[in-house]
């Protein structure tokens, strides 16, 4: 059983950034593939960016040159780096992570809010 914890959420003003972080209980190497998802109000659950592979990335076009996504892997830690934020960035932001056998782990989220 893998626990997934974020944190790093918060109420922001247009333009400002945040950085969201995602400890694991399990070691990081193990993992397929490690992401991040958001939800807003009366939305489906959205991929915003993700790692698979060795170091090969994703991001949703709507958030490419504003997000990025690391790991530390001596951390244990995955992070998401949120800049130029918008209104419409606006959602509970959880994490994910699939290990080799192809179980999925959730986050239980953290609510991210970009307002003037």
């Known amino acids: 059983q893998v626990h997934l914890v974020e944190s790093g959420g918060g109420l922001v003003r247009p333009g400002e950034s945040l950085r969201l972080s995602c400890g694991t209980s399990?070691?990081?190497?193990?993992?397929?593939?490690m992401g991040w998802f958001r939800q807003a109000p009366g939305k489906q659950r959205e991929a915003v960016a993700g790692?698979?592979?060795?170091?090969?990335?994703y991001y949703a076009d709507s958030v490419k040159g504003r997000f990025t996504i690391s790991r530390d892997n001596a951390k244990n830690t995955l992070y998401l780096q949120m800049n130029s934020l918008k209104p419409e960035d606006t959602a509970v932001y959880f994490c994910?992570?699939?290990?080799?056998?192809?179980?999925?782990?959730w986050g239980q989220g953290t609510q991210v809010t970009v307002s003037s």
């Open positions: 399990g070691s990081m190497p193990s993992f397929e593939t």
């Open positions: 790692i698979y592979g060795s170091e090969n990335t």
């Open positions: 994910n992570v699939v290990d080799h056998y192809g179980e999925a782990y």
